[in-house]
């Protein structure tokens, strides 16, 4: 009888792109055969819209999951969030941002498939009216994380230096990811020398759990704390 606990089902997002960096961890990404989702803003990445389309191009080719994070990560605070809120449409940016990626595609004499998911940036995901007008306005569900993973000092939550051993990349908790847990890492972070830390944590990942493509809906056995950082469209009839 095998008594093997089975390995944790674990979903790799990145946030921000797409970045000079985005192409690099997309090989990486393709070389260890692993899914990723990227939440993408259009305004914020510095990148020429040439540069832009390659990335997100390739991402589409590799099958991976894109996501919409608002055009230019405005508002991330809490009280930027409620100030847009105040101006009565805090959804603007992930409606720009959608139609950005639109004509980007169409000046590139191609159709841009659409996002699939949603993130807020920073605080948006603990403001329930907004995520639910998000979700509502776009028709995807959203989504917010629960473990966060950067180069060594780059943020001062992500505090657990050198995870599990791998020289140089931090995480916001201890311990090993949880079944049905949600990774969130930032293309910006991961460039030259610093891609070596990602290819070593997406190798002790792959050791640790099984990753897997974010799920659109909520698998059958959808945990309290995966459901906890998912919001889903309102079914209409």
Same mark, same amino acid.
């Given at each position: ?9 674990i979903?790799?997002?990145?946030? =921000?792109?797409?970045y %000079? ?8 990404? +393709?070389?260890? /055969?692993? &899914?990723?989702?990227? *939440? ?11 540069a832009?389309?390659?990335a ?5 080719e590799?099958?991976h999951l894109?996501g919409?994070?608002? =055009?230019?990560?405005? %508002? ?8 847009? +809120?105040?101006? /009565?449409? &805090?959804?603007?940016? *992930? ?12 000046n ?6 659409g996002?699939r ?10 403001i ?16 917010g994380w629960?473990?966060? *993973? ?6 001062a ?10 020289p ?6 201890a ?15 991961w ?6 830390g990602l ?39």
């Amino acid at each position: 009888m095998d008594t093997t606990t089975p390995k944790p089902e674990i979903y790799l997002t990145f946030d =921000d792109g797409p970045y %000079p960096s985005t192409e690099s961890i997309l090989e990486i990404l +393709k070389e260890n /055969g692993v &899914p990723a989702t990227f *939440f993408f803003c259009s305004a914020s990445n510095g990148l020429g819209k040439d540069a832009q389309y390659r990335a997100v191009k390739k991402a589409i080719e590799g099958n991976h999951l894109l996501g919409n994070h608002g =055009d230019d990560h405005y %508002p991330a605070s809490r009280r930027d969030y409620l100030a847009e +809120k105040n101006r /009565g449409d &805090p959804q603007k940016d *992930f409606r720009e941002n959608r139609e950005d990626f639109e004509t980007l595609f169409k000046n590139h004499q191609d159709v841009f498939p659409g996002f699939r998911a949603a993130r807020l940036p920073g605080d948006g995901r603990f403001i329930d009216d907004i995520v639910r007008a998000i979700v509502a306005q776009e028709k995807v569900p959203h989504f917010g994380w629960h473990m966060e *993973f950067a180069p060594n000092k780059t943020f001062a939550h992500v505090n657990y230096r050198d995870w599990q051993g791998i020289p140089g990349v931090s995480s916001s908790h201890a311990r090993i990811p949880h079944s049905q847990c949600i990774l969130l890492l930032h293309d910006s972070h991961w460039r030259g020398a610093k891609l070596e830390g990602l290819k070593a944590l997406i190798k002790k990942l792959k050791e640790l759990a099984v990753i897997r493509p974010l799920p659109l809906t909520p698998p059958s056995n959808a945990s309290r704390v995966f459901l906890s950082q998912y919001t889903g469209p309102i079914a209409t009839t």
